[in-house]
């Protein structure tokens, strides 16, 4: 063969493998869309791909023959100084209930495949009132840490896969990658531990619906890596808030980074969604969930309730009255890098206990792993706490029992075991 040729052929094969890797599927996720028979994946790639396409079946197949439904999806850019790559997201379609799907994601024009990976779709139209038992984890302020140092997320994620099986869905309730941290101060976020953090969870968010609300910790160059980066079933891609419905139980996730007064987009939508839910579900479980909580009792800024900062008075003002007016029965936060929960609770007044509820339940789970470490120091108890507050790093687990009872489990990272339950009864609050 002529040698010129041969360097031809040489460096179109070097040049066509640097572009293959840049293209190889990292950091997939699964979300929920607006509509119940489908399911988005969301992927990163260093370059950009040809065709994003995730293939879905559900029998196992190969990706070579292409035997499977198709979909191609879209690519979307950082347009932000200090982030590159592409964020990949497709949407599997048509999706029957309480059916196991295999999928892979990759480029269709160069067919490059991720592994083969699987997610079960939830029983979509649950009978009128009917509940069907799930599982759903709940955590706030992880992290990515460098190596595997005791206080870190590895250990969340780890005890999480050793429950995969058991588990449904998963809500990390915002402070997510903590890419703001490590920076130098020119940077807007650090997209390394941004990366990190994502392919971390990869093994639990390729198999499980990944939900987020944003934390403070998620808010650099106006939350729009965030929001690139999780796609959510929101109505217009700059909203952070969202509703979905998972076997007969409506989640709520707002955002408290965002204007959350009365009168606000974001205040009209979450009324407008409540109000809406009850009407047809008087006695249905409403599960709400932001970063930010409404009571917490570490010694810190935000949980101070000697001397409430004014933001949090604010916060209180703006939205306690819409969890009390349409029966919200659990409310779930991070921020506070740490555990605890309240009896029921209304503009600081016990409302009747768990067995007999007469206002919302909140629990704080800010126990994710974070860089920043747990927050040690309690207040002298409020009226309203149970008793029960930890400073060590654990996950929630919200066990969906039936339409009158909820169990909700605080797991401690440390070995990897409940140490903390209680059952919530459906509530009525008086109004
Ligand atoms: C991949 O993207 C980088 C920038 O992120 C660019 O410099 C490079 O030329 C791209 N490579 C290919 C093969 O497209
Ligand atoms: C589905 O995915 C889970 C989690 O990765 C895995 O444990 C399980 O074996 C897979 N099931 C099948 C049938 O491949
Ligand atoms: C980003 O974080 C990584 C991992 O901690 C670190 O090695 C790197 O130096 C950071 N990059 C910048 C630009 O600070
Ligand atoms: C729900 O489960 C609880 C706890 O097992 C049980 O006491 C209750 O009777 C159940 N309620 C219904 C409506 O099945
Ligand atoms: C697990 O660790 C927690 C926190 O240190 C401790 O309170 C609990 O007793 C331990 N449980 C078991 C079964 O080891
Ligand atoms: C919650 O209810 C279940 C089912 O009735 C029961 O087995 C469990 O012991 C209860 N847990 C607590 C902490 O009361
Ligand atoms: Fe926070």
Redesign the pocket.
Known sequence: MDKFIILFLFLFLNISNVFTENVIPESIKLAFTKSKDQMRVTWYTINETKAPTVLFSTEMFEPIQDSSFTSIGEIISYDTIGFDGKINTAVMSSLSPSTMYFYCVGDKSLNIWSSIFNFTTNQFDAPFGKVIPFTTSFFGDMGWIEGDSLNSDVYTVDNLISRINEIQILHHVGDIAYADKQKPYNLPGNQTIWNKFQNSISPLSSHLPYLTCPGNHDRFIDLSVYTKTWQMPVDFESDSWYSYDYNGIHFVGFSSEHDYFPLSSQHTWIENDLKQYRKSNPNGWIVMYSHRPFYCSVVWDWCSNIDVVESKKIYLWSLEDLLYKYNVDLFISGHAHSYERTLPVFKNKIMGDVESPKATVHIVVGTGGDVEGEDMIWQPSQQWTTGLRTSINGFGLLNVINST?L?WQFVANINNTIID???LTKGQFDF
């Open positions: 009872t169990n339950e209680f059952n």
